[in-house]
């Protein structure tokens, strides 16, 4: 299962963004879905996530509490709000199927797509 995010865009220190994830041909409201991030020279780290059944989230610390997760079955999506946007939120951000519980989340589907490039500066 691939799919697409997109919503990124440069952003002032404390600005706003929220990203979309999207999918054709698969509805992702049977999958738990996490949203990752990766800085060039860096590994891919895991954000945040969403159960299939909306009951299950979790964030990193350094995005708790400026983040929220969230799904749209109605509209087949699966949004990331991010707020309060730092410079070392600068990163290119993916959504993919993953296993996401309250402690961590990790990604299922490795298909990464071509991922949202945010970039946080003033």
């Known amino acids: 299962v691939q799919l697409q995010a997109s919503g990124g865009g440069l952003v002032e220190p404390g600005g706003s963004l929220r990203l979309s994830c999207a999918a054709s041909?698969?509805?992702?409201?049977?999958?738990?879905i996490g949203w990752f991030r990766q800085v060039p020279g860096k590994e891919r780290e895991g954000i945040s996530c969403i159960g299939s059944r909306d009951s299950t989230s979790f964030y990193i610390d350094s995005v708790k509490g400026r983040f929220t997760i969230s799904r749209d079955n109605a509209k087949n999506m699966v949004y990331l709000q991010m707020n309060n946007l730092m410079p070392e939120d600068t990163a290119r951000y993916y959504c993919?199927?993953?296993?996401?519980?309250?402690?961590?989340?990790?990604?299922?589907?490795?298909?990464w797509g071509q991922g949202t490039l945010v970039t946080v500066s003033s």
């Open positions: 993919t199927t993953a296993y996401c519980s309250s402690y961590g989340v990790g990604a299922q589907s490795r298909s």
């Open positions: 041909g698969v509805s992702l409201s049977t999958y738990a």
